[in-house]
T-cell receptor, first 108, second 114 residues
């Protein structure tokens, strides 16, 4: 089971682009990379998912290099409401393990 | 609103009580999960059900007893809990099969054991 490593916390300011990088050196061939967002006392919310290269949706972009040993979640122009914990997960649906996540604080 | 509902949202129970948590998904999924989130700890996967069959039990104490009567409903029966079991209990659902692990989470039940 691939283990993930993320920064414990990050600070940013409104309007800035935020990039959160996750390391997953032991990623397996069948593993997808998935990012979730969690606000206090709520369940995690799916943000984006990818297998390789770049994926973009209305919320974020996910960059995955060719070796897939890391990934970067990019949040464009963050606002105060983006303050949350962001989790990087690697695996298939029955082997997903949440790590400690990255606590992002967006300041005015 | 994720399509996954949990009741109750808050529960306070004594160590000798018996209670049940309920989860219902309206997404047509066929896999359901229970997670535990303690303060300042990562989410811990407790149980996995695929097509009503339990496929994973992550060494969870027997005082937690899951039940999945159909693909839309999941219960967690609680009895003789300990104060350290106080946590946010989250239910999630997804499609079974395939390799795309997008899970939809409910809002959770905040459990306090006194």
């Amino acid at each position: 089971l691939a283990k993930t490593t993320q920064p414990i916390s990050m600070d940013s300011y409104e309007g800035q682009e935020v990039n959160i990088t996750c390391s997953h050196n032991n990623i397996a061939t069948n593993d997808y990379i998935t990012w979730y967002q969690q606000f206090p006392s709520q369940g995690p919310r799916f943000i984006i998912q990818g297998y390789k290269t770049k994926v973009t949706n209305e919320v974020a972009s996910l960059f995955i290099p060719a070796d897939r040993k890391s990934s970067t979640l990019s949040l464009p122009r963050v606002s105060l409401s983006d303050t949350a914990v962001y989790y990087c997960l690697v695996g298939d649906k029955d082997d997903m393990r949440f790590g400690a996540g990255t606590r992002l604080t967006v300041k005015p | 609103e994720t399509g996954v509902t949990q009741t109750p949202r808050h529960l306070v129970m004594g160590m000798t009580n018996k209670k049940s948590l309920k989860c219902e998904q309206h997404l047509g999924h066929n896999a359901m999960y229970w997670y535990k989130q303690s303060a300042k700890k990562p989410l811990e996967l407790m149980f996995v059900y695929n097509f009503k069959e339990q496929t994973e039990n992550n060494s969870v104490p027997s005082r937690f007893s899951p039940e999945c009567p159909n693909s839309s409903h999941l219960f967690l029966h609680l009895h003789t809990l300990q104060p350290e079991d106080s946590a946010l209990y989250l239910c999630a659902s997804s499609y079974s099969g395939g390799l795309r692990p997008e899970q939809y989470f409910g809002p959770g039940t905040r459990l306090t054991v006194t």
